[in-house]
């Protein structure tokens, strides 16, 4: 079964609707795909039934922002309960979290110049029941003109060391994998390669949480190396947990691709996923 265990939507801070993923997931040739947006599983309701009249399998997913200190510690969601209180309760917080965070940058950026408020990022979302992103507010600036591209303003003023870095009302991974079992489901941990840590010290996070209750590790990724995913792959078989994979598309036309890396879930994922 091949699959795609990360993707966004309009939902967060992609572009693709739930249709698009669907038909994207489709012309791949994938069996199972899984949409994990920032902080909000609004869009999931949606990609089911898209999904099941497709004949493509999926399952609730999410990818919740943590961190721990400003090192980003992205943890990932699958196959949860939507109805679960305490998974509603924290994707409500998330979502007023992301306000204030918001507030935060806008004032930051208008420190810096840029006639940015809070209403023009909040018009780029979908709707009001999702958060508010930073890439929002970068997609606000492109429309101001203040920027050709959303990436480029974003990575020039708003990513972590810029002047309007903003990480307030971020939940601990602990926090994340907490709600996600509770409500359960099996938590990831996104893109490992990614996490600004040593080795050292990274050795020792992952060992922390699978302690605390984390079941798998993206340790095929579309931007890691053949040396990196199989490094992965050994930490995973280490500290037993799932192998999953995912390409982190945002959009269409740009350096990632629904379907790319290849990846092929384990029995044991899928049945735990209750795919088969």
């Known amino acids: 079964m091949t699959a795609d265990m990360h993707v966004h939507t309009l939902a967060s801070d992609g572009l693709f609707t739930p249709e698009e993923v669907i038909k994207t997931a489709q012309k791949a040739g994938l069996s ?24 493509i399998n999926t399952v609730n997913g999410v990818e919740i922002s943590a961190y721990v200190g400003d090192v980003k510690i992205h943890t990932l969601g699958y196959g949860f309960d939507l109805e679960n209180p305490g998974f509603k309760s924290l994707t409500e917080e ?37 958060p508010i992103h ?38 601990t991974p602990e926090r994340a994998i ?18 600004d840590l040593s080795a050292s010290d990274l050795y020792s996070l992952i060992s922390r949480l699978a302690s605390a209750g984390l079941a798998g590790i993206e340790a095929v990724y579309s ?5 990196q995913t199989a490094y992965f792959k050994e930490i995973a078989k280490e500290f037993g947990l799932f192998v999953t ?32």
Not at 95 to 121: H, P, V, Y
Not at 247 to 259: I, L
């Open 134 to 171: 930073a890439m929002h507010v970068a997609r606000a600036a492109v429309k101001k003109g203040y920027a050709n591209n959303p990436v480029a303003f974003y990575m020039q003023h708003m990513m972590y060391g810029k002047p309007a870095f903003s990480n307030i009302c971020r939940p």
């Open 223 to 227: 931007a890691h190396t053949d040396v």
């Open 245 to 276: 994979g995912g390409s982190d598309t945002h959009f269409s036309g740009g350096n990632r691709s629904v379907g790319s890396p290849a990846f092929t879930p384990s029995a044991e994922l899928l049945q735990r996923l209750k795919i088969c």
């Open 94 to 130: 998330l979502r007023q979290g992301s306000f204030e965070r918001t507030e935060d940058i806008i004032k930051r950026l208008n420190a810096m110049g840029f006639k940015l408020s809070f209403e023009d990022a909040a018009a780029e979302r979908i709707s009001p029941q999702t």
């Open 32 to 55: 199972f795909v899984v949409v994990t947006d920032h902080d909000t599983a609004y869009n999931s309701k949606k990609v089911n039934t898209l999904a099941q009249n497709a004949d």
């Open 178 to 195: 907490e709600v996600i079992n509770a409500a359960g489901g099996l938590a990831s941990i996104a893109h490992p390669g990614r996490i």
